[in-house]
């Protein structure tokens, strides 16, 4: 089957081919990398009838394109088995999945059989092709007589395509333990929703502990969870754990998704291949390459995201028609160490490595849209800078190179992650001259779990509010609504009043913002709330 006919062009691809280096993984399995990445065929699959329902873990769908989709489930009779193994048996199994132009599945449009394979923990990533631009698709999968629960998808418009509006939610920071996935509850019942961008922290890598760490109301975990986890099927349980809460399979199941990651998919603050908690360099390649191959098996991301060892590519360029360009861009696997000194302003140092970071001055520059969007991870505004190490505030070399990239570009937006905070700003052009023309919007959109209930303002806020282009904050969970469309952009900040006692916080508007099209403005929409 050839590459998915509409997905990107190729100078919009960043990668490598993909499938020299995953050879050796792919011979191991016995299969070709064309089979694993379409999902086509069904060698040695496993003949006997699994016993029970393998789809705990949900349905999912991901890497957009104008006219492919990649399609995700994991089977797991038991998510939560201690060994990382799901309860499933060491064999591989075939699984089925159609795509429908209904959810009652009376015109399905696609079908095919994917292979769910133990060395990629029972994950399939069939990607779908041949499918009509800007339309809504239903899919699910099937294994034996087990039929999994129905997902969601649009593909993006084509290439070009005047598109009259998109509506896309972002989040990040998903602490499973910290709390209660209701901001996913609301969000799948969003009724307009095109597209989730995520933005890092989707898992956490830390021993999850009752009385210390463990704040979600009735829940407990397992003695397995009770360590920081290290070895790839530790990371496969971790994924589990976190992906068998039926609200955040909710809001997989409601629309596509696209990722990045920032360093809890690995480990608190690294960098590049090197760990800030002390793991020697000799030992961590091992550790980030085990994190990486977990992301990839519990995302719905393309093949290319399947790392060779301890490198992979993830960082990726949407095109949503005219109207918007979404850049992901991947600023923990290519960064410079964390500063100790005045190395801070070596104007060397690098946020996202030369390769991506010429590839997005292209992506920004070569342009057609009208709103340039960059999935970020950590903040951009400049809030610290004399104490912050993990964000933009510690490459301010590689920060002033990006922000010369944006200037000129048209509307550019830039979403960001890891705060646990949401937070607008007009970032100014020049960012000693904080009251300067104004370049750029960010939008940080708080966290889904992470740190639990939070308050409408808290003890950081005036770290953040002192700087005249910062116009919001707000330290409670929830995510972001944005809206497109050519004249203008609409803001909502999604909110909930608690998350650890239960899921029952209802849908509150913390703030909404629009910015007319030509100007970096956040301008207040009154009634809002
Ligand atoms: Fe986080
Ligand atoms: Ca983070």
Redesign the pocket.
């Known amino acids: 089957m050839p590459p998915a006919a509409g997905r990107r062009s190729d100078s919009a691809h960043p990668r490598h081919d993909p499938r020299l280096s995953r050879r050796l993984l792919l011979q191991a399995g016995g299969i070709s990398a064309g089979t694993l990445a379409l999902g086509i065929n069904a060698p040695h699959a496993r003949a006997t009838p699994l016993a029970g329902d393998p789809f705990t873990l949900g349905v999912a769908a991901g890497s957009p394109g104008d006219q492919s989709m990649v399609l995700w489930t994991r089977l797991a009779l038991d998510p939560l088995a201690a060994d990382g193994h799901g309860g499933m048996p060491l064999e591989n199994v075939t699984v089925r999945w159609e795509v429908a132009r209904d959810k009652e599945f009376k015109d399905v449009v696609q079908r095919g059989t994917a292979v769910a394979q133990p060395a990629l923990a029972h994950s399939v990533h069939p990607q779908v092709t041949g499918l009509r631009p800007a339309t809504s698709y239903w899919y699910r999968f099937r294994v034996g007589d087990q039929i999994s629960p129905v997902g969601r998808f649009r593909t993006l418009p084509a290439a070009g395509q005047l598109v009259p509006e998109f509506t896309l939610a972002a989040a ?2 998903q ?1 499973w333990y910290h709390g209660h996935f209701t901001a996913h509850r609301h969000l799948a019942a969003e009724s307009d929703l095109d597209l989730v961008v995520f933005l ?2 989707y898992i ?1 890598e830390y021993a999850i502990v009752a009385g210390d760490n463990l704040w979600r109301k009735n829940a407990s975990v397992t003695a397995a969870e009770e360590v920081e986890i290290e070895t790839l099927e530790q990371y496969r349980l971790r994924y589990a754990r976190f992906k068998a809460d039926p609200q955040l399979q909710a809001a997989h199941a409601r629309a596509a998704w696209v990722f990045t990651w ?1 360093d ?1 998919e690995v480990e608190n603050g690294y960098a590049r291949r090197h760990s800030r908690d002390g793991i020697p360099d000799a030992l961590f390649p091992h550790r980030i390459a085990v994190a990486y191959r977990a992301f990839y098996e519990n995302l719905p991301v393309s093949v290319e995201a399947l790392p060779d060892g301890p490198s992979t590519t993830i960082y990726d360029s949407y095109d949503i028609g005219s109207l918007a360009r979404l850049m992901m861009i991947d600023g923990r696997q290519h960064r410079d160490l964390q500063p100790t000194g005045d190395d801070r302003y070596d104007p060397e140092r690098t946020m996202l490595g030369e390769t991506q970071e010429r590839w997005l001055h292209e992506r920004l520059q070569e342009s057609p849209a009208r709103w340039n969007m960059i999935g970020n991870a950590v903040s951009m505004i400049p809030v610290r800078p004399d104490t912050e190490l993990d964000s933009w505030d510690a490459y301010p070399a590689a920060r002033g190179r990006l922000m010369r990239s944006l200037d000129g570009v048209s509307n550019p937006v830039v979403l960001t ?2 705060i ?1 905070r949401a937070v607008a700003a007009e970032l100014p052009a020049d960012l000693t001259d904080p009251t300067g023309r104004k370049l750029a919007v960010e939008l940080i959109c708080t ?1 889904i779990g ?1 740190d639990g209930d939070g308050a409408e303002t808290d003890g950081y806020a005036d770290d953040w509010l002192r700087y005249p282009y910062v116009r919001f904050y707000h330290a409670r969970r929830g995510y972001l609504l944005v809206r497109l469309t050519p004249e203008e952009m609409t803001s909502t900040y999604v909110s909930v009043e608690w998350v650890e006692a239960d899921d029952t916080a209802p849908r509150q508007v913390a703030a909404a913002f629009r910015t007319p099209a030509g100007t970096s403005r956040l301008d207040p929409i009154e009634g809002a709330l």
């Open positions: 990040s920071c602490a890092g922290d956490y920032d809890h992650g890891d646990h966290s992470s």
